[in-house]
């Protein structure tokens, strides 16, 4: 006889492991037990003859349900207890051995086969099963139970019952989140001060009508409220930008299937697989030429945000539309998340929607939808959310300390860090909101909770900013418990976060961050910069030229003052005032006009803040060609910049300034752009040669670092734009460096608490 204990983690609750252990226990007659425990991981205690339990553990490692993941799994022989059979005990919440927390799956086929034939889901909008359905979402503590989740709400019925009391139903033995239209959840619709209207099958059709119709539509989804509206009319999109106080920023468009969405974007094999995926993410992708969708849609945009459902109510509701595609964009207002409660999205939506879709299933935890986008022809993530978020992320040593990261500002999420795991919370937003500020304290709390983090011992790790929310609140946590602050500064994160879901250890790399802004260590605002370093410490030895911001942050919003003022290190005022007359920008780049150009030129002698921010450069350049004068939403210049260019042979050559500190001159660069539009250039081809020629400076600055070195790490919100990716290429191809990029978190501020908590991570380990 032979008996062991084993202990497994990875993505093992949630996604039918403890009926996957039964069945396979049954198959080669072994005894014991399997059960979830605190922290997301499963026991299972095995015992009977020595070569059943050697096939048992064989098959358990060999064999493993669809959506499981094993990243660790360790056995220990154990004395017999004399089990004489093999059962699902009820979870312990005492045992604790971390694993990963389930993130929401999108719907199976199996199960979309249900709801649309003639089976006792028909029509059912909440049909799930062990492979699919909400996850994270309606979870309120691990383990992952029934009355641990907002499921506890819907008692089961017969049927159900006796489904996940059968082991030989697959799909829904012991599947925690199973319901029919008998016991489960409920849809529902209700005009906009919350009057209902109808309920069921008939809810949904209604609720298809009124978008066909040019209605505006809440709509209650798995980890929030979206807002559904046509796609197709120019007077529905425009009203709901005004609604929605969103002028410009692009609308995601949800599809029924990829059929559809194949008439509105250009689909490669990779795109397909990304959106046909169980994360189901909105994928950025080429529109099509002649593209059935208003241009309000995503004004100045080549590319447009697609998804697929991934819960049976978007599938029905969008069955039920004439176009069978609608904008499903998040439902909140201005600068807030997105509505969860009922009573506050019928609250805060009430002047935006016409009507209400909701249904009686409780959101537990705010999910947005995760953003992808393809740079270098690989998925980068731009927001990480429903589908990837909480999933750890493996790093390459052990923390001797646990760690939590506060993060940076814009876009932003926060971590914990323990053993050799990062676990990232899901997209928070910008936390100078109030509410998004206190989301972050919220889901950092659900973390800790969940992975047993003791705050008084952990080390509290925050950007070097002075005055970031994030920075305030981890100043707060350490007050609180008493506990080691350390502020790590904001590229040196960024380099470190793809170090660190990369494996790079023990190993210095030439790190290219290229942002918007991140604070200095010399107090200035820094974005474009060149940077040695490891965990321990980074220098930096290159950057993008410091350029006069004329009114601060007024300079970001209106790009045409980041122009004057980077133009202003060569040309005289007169000049300035002959080249904006010939561009039409004073009157389409400042507010008031010549008068208040006329201010900006009086003051730019004066201006004292300086940024070598990229973003400002793309900004600055967007503004002189004519794509984006005004930012709405962060990065847009940049963004329309990236995306109305056009590929050419010509080339900008940067020039470097070789001192203490190798600079970019980014005024001589913009000055070459500038005199290739004076000459009749294509506006696009230049567009795309500053981009490359930003990216080909700094990875020249790189190159300079390459001797004893194998790694170029690029990051920052700027590391997706294409173009800057193939200057840097370019420039380092002969050098022998390897080209990082981010792939698991984003590239942006979304992924700054990575790096934070590996930095702090390493600086807890005991060295000889």
């Known amino acids: 006889m032979k008996a062991v204990r084993l202990w497994v983690s990875g993505v093992v609750q949630g996604v039918g492991f403890r009926p996957f252990v039964y069945r396979i226990a049954r ?119 029934r009355e641990h989740t907002s499921m506890r709400d819907f008692p089961m019925c017969n049927d159900c019952l006796r489904d996940y009391s059968d082991p030989d139903n697959v799909r829904r033995f012991h599947a925690q989140g199973i319901s029919c ?23 949904v059709i209604e609720a298809a009508k009124l978008i066909d119709d040019g209605c505006i539509v809440a709509v209650k989804g798995l980890g929030g409220y979206h807002i559904a509206a046509s796609a ?33 974007v250009e689909l490669t094999s990779p795109a397909l697989e990304l959106l046909k995926s169980p994360m189901r993410p909105i994928l950025l992708l080429p529109m099509r030429g002649d593209v059935p969708v208003s241009p309000l849609v995503a ?130 937003g910008d936390i100078d909101g109030y509410t998004s500020f206190t989301d972050l304290e919220k889901y950092l709390n659900t973390l800790v909770t969940s992975y047993g983090i003791t705050l008084e011992s952990a080390v509290n790790v925050c950007d070097l900013h002075p005055l970031y929310p994030s920075t305030l609140l981890a100043e707060e946590w350490s007050r609180r418990f008493g506990s080691e602050l350390l502020r790590v500064q904001h590229h040196w994160a960024h380099t470190a976060a793809v170090m660190a879901e990369h494996g790079v250890v023990d190993e210095e790399v030439v790190g290219i961050s290229v942002d918007g802004v991140g604070y200095g260590v010399d107090g200035t605002a820094w974005g474009g910069e060149v940077v040695l370093a490891d965990y321990s410490s980074f220098k930096r030895v290159g950057c993008l030229k410091p ?14 003052r980041m122009l004057a003022g980077i133009l202003s290190e060569k040309l005289t005022v007169e000049e300035l005032r002959m080249v904006f007359r010939e561009l039409g920008l004073v009157e389409k780049g400042f507010r008031r006009g010549w008068e208040e150009f006329e ?16 973003g400002r450069v793309l900004d600055a350049v967007s503004a002189m060609l004519g794509f984006c004068t005004h930012r709405s939403y962060e990065g847009e210049p940049a963004i329309v910049l990236e995306d109305n260019s056009k590929p050419t042979e010509e080339k900008i050559r940067p020039r470097i300034e070789n001192g203490n500190l190798h600079v970019v001159d980014s005024t001589d660069i913009v000055l070459q752009a500038l005199e290739l539009v004076r000459n009749g250039a294509d506006r696009r081809e230049v567009g795309y040669m500053v981009q490359y020629a930003v990216g080909f400076g700094l990875g020249r600055i ?63 380990l005991t060295r000889p």
């Open 27 to 145: 198959e080669t007659g072994v005894a014991g037990y399997v059960r979830n425990v605190g922290g997301s991981g499963v026991e299972i205690i095995v015992e009977g003859e020595a070569e059943k339990v050697d096939e048992f553990i064989h098959l358990l490692q060999t064999r493993k349900p669809e959506k499981a993941r094993i990243d660790k799994f360790s056995a220990t022989s154990i004395e017999p207890r004399g089990y004489t059979c093999f059962e699902i005990m009820e979870s312990d919440v005492s045992a604790s051995f971390r694993s990963i927390i389930p993130p929401d799956f999108a719907i199976c086929g199996d199960c979309l086969n249900e709801i649309l034939s003639d089976t006792r889901w028909r029509n059912y909008p909440f049909n799930s099963c062990a492979n699919c359905g909400p996850r994270y979402s309606m979870l309120y503590r691990v383990p992952y139970d």
């Open 181 to 203: 239209p008998a016991c489960g959840p409920s849809v529902y619709l209700v005009d906009c001060k919350g009057g209902f209207q109808v309920g069921g099958l008939e809810a």
């Open 232 to 264: 197709v009319d120019d007077d529905v999109v425009a009203l709901l930008r005004r609604r929605k106080n969103r002028p410009t920023k692009p609308f995601a468009i949800m599809c029924l299937n990829a059929d559809i969405a194949s008439l509105l």
């Open 299 to 428: 004004p100045n945009l080549k590319k447009l945000g697609v998804f697929l459902p991934y819960t049976g109510l978007h599938y029905l509701l969008l069955s039920f539309t004439k176009q069978r595609y609608t904008i499903m964009t998040s439902g909140n207002i201005y600068n807030e998340p997105m509505c969860t409660r009922d009573d506050e999205a019928l609250e805060k939506l009430a002047d935006i929607v016409d009507f209400f879709l909701m249904h009686n299933r409780e959101i537990v935890n705010r999910v947005d939808d995760s953003v992808v986008r393809f740079t270098d022809q690989k998925p980068t993530m731009l927001r990480r959310g429903r589908g990837y978020a909480p999933q750890w992320i493996q790093i390459p040593f052990k923390t001797e300390r646990e760690v939590v990261a506060f993060g940076a500002m814009l876009q932003t999420a926060g971590a914990v860090a323990f053993d050799d795991k990062i676990v990232l919370t899901q997209f928070i």
């Open 547 to 560: 350029q006069k911001m004329p009114g601060g942050d007024r300079a970001v919003e209106y790009p045409a």
């Open 599 to 614: 201010l900006v030129l009086r003051n730019i002698e004066n201006t004292v803040a300086r940024t070598s921010s990229t």
């Open 702 to 764: 790189a190159g300079i670092y390459s001797k004893g070195r194998r790694y170029v790490v690029l990051s920052g919100g700027a590391s997706v734009n294409t173009y800057l990716v193939e200057g840097v290429k370019d420039a380092l191809q002969d050098t022998g460096l390897t080209i990082l990029l981010p792939s698991q978190a984003p590239a942006g501020d979304g992924g700054i608490a990575l790096g934070q908590a590996a930095i702090a991570a390493y600086r807890t």
